[in-house]
């Protein structure tokens, strides 16, 4: 397989483990065993012993979504879904360990959140939980996206690169990929994550810039050969979409490309699984569709190719 396929077949896996969980969850709150009475959500909500009702609400809507419960009539049935794992020959040798044990660990929190989403045990904020998020970084998946986006990008010697959420990691990874005659800048929105990314590029002395900053506040100053943007855009209300896209393309130039990578929900049934965990971060909002990044690509009318590469990976490329 391919390293493009090898990235998605692990997405594919993250979001089926997901559905695992999802009904592991569901039977040992007990919600399957409301539901079976033909419960209306108000009921189910007020008879479980669960505080957080925000989140348990959230866990009923992802039932709905991916289609272990209907409701019909202002009730919820259970509708008689089966799931059936399914893992073809050439995929195991591809399967990447690191991001399970990652998930395991936010699958575990999710006890704690139906307390309240402040629990000490919840390590899903990017400040707070800074530590939690620099080992998801490090993981044997996030190198290997890493390698995709720099093949794809043609991130080499001397490139220059505008990282847009640039994490802990990337900016060391990508830093050493371009050498001292490139210049990598990344750009993220918490503080803490953007203090270990500094204490690891310090002292190497490798061609690093970094900034805090507010995607949606980005003004395209300099111009770049490559910009990426990786697991971005669940962060942001899809209103936000155009004009981030717009500030990110108005980075490149001539003949530079924009290198997006994002689990697409139109490319990844049960997507909303995955959803319900990752919300454990507060400034989640929701994975976007493929087809809604590209069109609001063509539509802001600039004179670029876009390549869909897989199910998780665009490339806009700017004519020359």
Known sequence: MGEISVLDSNIEHMVRMAILHIIQLGTKHGVFKV???GATQREVLDSLDIPNKKLLLEFLNTLKAIGIVEERDGRLKLNGFSYRLD???NHYEALLPG???VLEEIYRMVDYAFITPTHPHVLMDFDKDADFWDIRMNTDFA????EVIAKTGG????????DLGCGSVSPYEFGKRIGYDGLYVGVDYSPAILEIARARVEGESLPVELKELDLKLLRPVNEYQTTVMSFIFEYLKPEDYRRVL???LGTLRPGGSLIILEPFRDNFRHIEALEFFERLNKDFKRFPAMSE???LIADEGFDASIKRLGRSLLKVTLKP
């Open 293 to 295: 990044v590209a069109s």
């Open 155 to 162: 991130i080499d010697q001397g490139s220059s690169v505008l």
């Open 99 to 101: 991001w399970v044990a």
């Open 246 to 248: 717009r500030r990110a």
């Open 35 to 37: 539901i079976s009475r």
């Open 87 to 89: 893992v073809p020959k």
């Open 143 to 146: 190198a290997l996206y890493r």
